[in-house]
């Protein structure tokens, strides 16, 4: 009783904090607000909820096999244990993040490295504590069985089996604790749903920072209206299909709060099986594994449209869009082959060649930066020269900080006037709690859009308006050998994706609609505000160039800048690093990269 009155007095401390307007309820959410949000996305939560307690149950299955496995293997062989125990203690010394994102690229996107990581987290504390048991067994009663001649094996299943299972189901309570923690992990390395991967959905977006990735439902759009109508079917009594108007972008702290809560009630139902998807015929198709930068939202509505509209499939293409967890890591799988094609950035592309990685931009999806400096309020900076004697937030990128330098010495403002403030992926939370004063990171079409649509008047300042040279924020990149060997194929993509952004262009619902049905999560409203908004930043300035367009000059004076800056070695990393022969039209021209 006594506990339920101090959780209550809590709960109504907390409301009552966020009802006097103490805090921004973007970054903190009544109570009230998390029950309505419980009753409106019942739907969504409960579908991820499910998924993610079949991998903890499956998780705790393989981690209670393994380590019960080990225990005895180690008790049975003091030569094992030498050699074996110090590596299971150092292998917890690792952190599971680093490793994670490595077996899905090893591996893949499927259950197993999920399953892999939950069984890494969990199976320690069921070797320990099992083997200490079976080491602790009774001294008197080992000695009795050995009077009477029993074998190694009956003293084990006799005395020391007996004696270890109190102690294993200790630590099998213990697997069950950490193995939800291991589940969010695998779910923030790569996956299309549970509760880690809508927690990950929810947070702020901060895309130019180093998320690997979810897989798009196979069947493509072609199988949306199949899906709609089984959901539908399938939604109980009372339980609409969650709405896209009822989900926030920039920051949905009720969908992450709400998921976070519901982790350990994922344990409840961990034997629930994985969900079933449809298989789509690719018959007469080729496959296309498109890998995008980010969250699908409004910068990849052209591709979504290309894809509702059958033009891809016109092509000869079946392309399936994944989503990364980490935005730096596209590259690093098309480069490992576990990707036909990524949507990545113009700086990450030439950090990634200057490394050695054989890749080239094939087209531009968006012409112009996207990444801006942005501010609210009276004292917003409305001018480079009001940096002076503020608190900037980045996302920590070296390249974010190096934009940040050269704005400064373009306006003759100290360096030692601005303190940068690494914030990680909170740029915009940062920002409405007062901790800095500006941000820089956030893209002008999306947390821009998204501040001006909910009364914030943000002031935005853009990259190439305050000294930094132009650059394509968002590119197409593929491996140079396909490059040299499938140059067909990408002419097909290049000129399929054009008509979907020519049809964006007359009308965003086209790209728009499809994007929702497939990600039924997003705000239309806002995506569709910001399809609008980038629409100029699609195509070319000169209108005799086609989509897809990538200027040689201003990635050579791009490319010098990052050499210049530290960034890259040489400009050598922006030789042959993009090529516009397969853009509508087009073949190669002076300055341009050949395969």
């Known amino acids: 009783m006594l506990s339920a009155v101090i959780v209550l007095a809590l709960l109504g401390g907390w409301e009552l904090y966020v009802q006097l307007g103490s805090v921004d309820e973007l970054l903190l959410p009544a109570p009230s607000s998390i029950a309505a949000a419980l009753v409106e996305d019942r739907a969504l939560l409960w579908s991820n909820f499910t998924v993610t307690a079949a991998e903890v149950g499956l998780g705790i299955l393989l981690a209670l096999a393994v380590g019960l496995f080990l225990a005895l293997a180690l008790h049975l062989s003091r030569t094992a244990r030498r050699a074996v125990y110090p590596l299971l203690v150092a292998s917890q ?31 320690f504390p069921v070797v320990v504590v099992t083997l200490d048991a079976l080491a602790s067994t009774d001294r008197e009663l080992l000695r009795l069985l050995r009077s009477m001649d029993a074998t190694r094996w009956q003293r084990l299943r006799f005395a020391e089996l007996p004696a270890a299972v109190p102690a294993a189901l200790s630590g099998a309570k213990i697997a069950v ?114 890998l995008l930068d980010y969250f699908p939202n409004a910068d990849h509505a052209g591709i979504y449209a290309a894809i509702g509209n059958g033009d891809f499939t016109r092509a000869g293409l079946n392309v399936t869009p994944r989503t990364p967890a980490d935005p730096s890591t596209p590259l690093k799988l098309l480069a490992a082959g576990k990707a036909d094609l990524v949507i990545s950035y113009e700086p990450e592309l030439l950090l990634a060649r200057d490394k050695g990685q054989n890749l080239q931009a094939i087209g531009a999806l968006v012409q112009k930066p996207l990444t801006s400096v942005i501010s609210i309020g009276k004292d917003a900076v409305k001018e480079p020269a009001d940096l002076r004697n503020t608190r900037v937030g980045t996302a920590g990128i070296p390249y974010q900080s190096a934009y940040l330098q050269t704005i400064l010495r373009e306006a003759n403002v100290p360096a030692s006037s601005v303190k940068e403030i690494n914030v990680g992926f909170n740029l915009t939370p940062a920002m409405l709690s007062g901790r800095v004063d500006a941000t820089l990171g956030s893209f002008w079409n999306y947390e821009g859009v998204e501040l001006e649509r909910r009364g914030r008047n943000p002031t935005i300042l853009r990259m190439e308006e305050l000294g930094v040279p132009t650059y394509n924020e968002l590119i197409v990149v593929a491996r140079a050998e396909t490059v040299r060997n499938e140059g067909p194929m990408l002419r097909r993509f290049m000129q399929a994706l054009s008509e979907g952004h020519l049809a964006l262009k007359e009308d965003p619902a086209q790209g728009v609609d499809p994007l929702l049905e497939d ?77």
């Not at 010394?93 to 680093?98: G, R």
């Not at 609008?532 to 990635?555: N, Q």
């Open 519 to 595: 990600n039924p999560d997003l705000q239309r409203g806002l995506q569709t505000a910001v399809v609008e908004a980038t629409l100029p930043v699609f195509f070319p300035e000169d209108e005799d160039r086609p989509f897809g367009y990538m200027d040689p000059k201003e990635w050579a004076t791009y490319t010098t800048w990052m050499t210049d800056e530290g960034l890259i070695d040489s400009v050598d990393a922006g030789a042959r690093a993009f090529t516009n022969e397969f853009l509508p039209g087009e073949g190669l021209g002076e300055g341009e990269a050949g395969p």
């Open 93 to 123: 010394a690792v952190p599971i993040v680093v490793i994670a994102p490595l077996l899905v690229i090893w591996f893949g996107y499927d259950l197993g490295p999920k399953l892999a990581i939950i069984a890494l987290v969990a199976f």
């Open 177 to 290: 604790a950490v193995a939800v923690i291991g589940a969010v992990f695998a779910e923030y390395a790569g996956s299309e749903a549970g509760l880690g991967h809508l927690i990950l959905q929810s947070i702020p977006p901060a895309r130019d920072g180093p998320c690997v990735g979810r897989r798009r439902r196979p069947g493509g759009l072609r199988g949306d209206a199949r899906r709609r109508a089984r959901r539908r079917r399938t939604a109980p009594a009372g339980n609409p299909v969650p709405h896209p108007e009822r989900h926030l972008v920039i920051a949905r702290p009720r969908a992450w709060l709400i998921a976070a809560l519901l982790l350990p009630a994922a344990l409840a139902v961990a034997g629930c099986g994985e969900k079933s998807e449809e298989q789509a015929s690719t018959t007469g198709q080729q496959d296309i594994d498109l």
